[in-house]
């Protein structure tokens, strides 16, 4: 498991739809090394931090891997690193082989896994095209957060070490296919609920569709 790519970017105002919208999705990857702080990344920035940013969205991580599927899906866009607006490009490692709750250890920074991405509009403004929300969630190629435990610094070529899993055995791409309510799991749904690492947001969700289960 690697870093191949950190990736950084302001927000900026761009055109959209006739409209001037803010936005921090324009990512670049740098070459020296970035100090990880406990709300996001020394030269990066959120424009909307009612969804994006917080504790528990330090860092968004994006696995190189996907960017094979995008060439096929969209074979006349360019994609560069950092375009689906991830703080860290990485291999190795996809969203249904990390846990919810997982510890690693990168460079001098100690991190835990959080949740997966849930896309916006200005995902399709990054890419130019309305339709690339419901592309990338209908993918399950989401990428997750980060929270920072340890501040610290990393860099391109890094290792991600594992240091601890999470019991629960819950993935990323379990909460995902909860989400978009792929098939119908009861128990997964209430362990969901239950999991003390997943943000507050998420459990209530979840803890909300268990009670309208018990209703049916």
């Known amino acids: 498991m690697k870093l191949i790519s950190v990736n950084v970017g302001l927000p ?17 990857p740098v070459s020296e090394r970035v ?81 997966p991405r849930l896309p916006c509009y200005k995902l399709g403004i990054r890419f130019g095209r309305p339709d690339m929300v419901k592309r990338f969630l209908a993918s399950r190629r989401t990428g997750f957060y980060f929270r920072v435990l340890q501040e610290g610094e990393v860099g391109a070529g890094d290792t991600l070490e594992l240091v601890s899993r999470d019991d629960n055995n819950i993935t990323v791409a379990d909460i995902t296919q909860l989400y978009v309510r792929q098939e119908d799991n009861p128990e997964l749904l209430h362990r969901a609920a239950q999991l003390e690492a997943l943000p507050e947001s998420w459990r209530d969700y979840f803890q909300e569709q268990g009670r309208r289960q018990d209703v049916r």
């Open 12 to 28: 900026r105002e761009v055109t959209w739809k006739g409209k001037t919208v803010t936005t921090g999705i324009f990512k670049e």
């Open 35 to 115: 100090m990880v702080r406990s709300l996001n990344l020394d030269g990066d920035g959120q424009a909307d931090l009612t969804v994006h940013g917080g504790l528990d969205k330090a860092a968004y991580v994006y696995p190189f891997e996907h960017y094979d599927y995008w060439r096929g899906e969209l074979p006349d866009t360019e994609l560069p690193l950092g375009i689906f607006g991830e703080n860290f490009t990485i291999t190795g490692l996809r969203e249904e082989e990390v846990n919810i709750g997982d510890r690693f250890h990168i460079g001098t920074v100690k991190l835990m896994v959080t949740q």
